[in-house]
């Protein structure tokens, strides 16, 4: 993977990210994508739910872009890239907005830093399991929005969990 397959690589994750999606989720994914782009660094909190709010409230407010702007994103900073992440933040019958959260070379640590620093970025699409889904039963994809399924879902998963104390 290099600079020049840059757009190649995103489609691949794309794809991915669909496939993904249709086997664990229940919902249906648009086919019209749409994207905001984050530095991991945004978010970074002590805790995965504090974590997720403050995802959620960052990303809502950010400007939706093209396949062609995220590239020229993606290019500008291409070489302090480590690792690049796909994520659905959003789908509705209408649009799917993906979440290309990467992770930058610069800050990781030194020692590490040096050792990969001549590396190209990883790419990886990924779907984010609600804690309360069982293993082979498909989730929401929008449960990190929290809505009413979710807190329906969350009211009974704490039930369970107070049950099988």
Excluded at 7 to 17: D, P, Q, R
Excluded at 30 to 35: E, L, R
Excluded at 90 to 103: F, G, L, P, R
Excluded at 123 to 135: M, Q
Aim: charged share 30%.
């Amino acid at each position: 993977m290099n600079k020049e397959n840059l757009k190649e690589n995103i489609e691949t994750c794309i794809v991915n990210l669909q496939r993904l999606a249709m086997i664990n989720c229940w919902n249906k994914i648009s086919p019209n994508y749409v994207f905001i782009v984050s530095d991991f660094n945004e978010f970074e909190r002590l805790n995965f739910f504090e974590q997720r709010k403050v995802r959620n409230k960052v990303n809502k407010s950010k400007t939706i872009l093209s396949l062609d702007s995220v590239i020229e994103i993606l290019n500008k900073e291409y070489q302090d890239l480590y690792d690049i992440n796909f994520y659905i933040f959003k789908a509705t019958k209408k649009e799917t907005v993906i979440e290309i959260q990467y992770y930058r070379k610069s800050n990781l640590d030194a020692d590490y830093f040096e050792i990969v620093k001549n590396e190209e970025p990883m790419f990886h699409s990924k779907v984010s399991k609600p804690y309360y889904a069982k293993d082979n039963n498909k989730f929401d994809v929008n449960w990190e929005l929290c809505g009413v399924r979710y807190f329906w879902n969350h009211f009974i998963a704490q039930i369970r969990y107070r049950i099988n104390i």
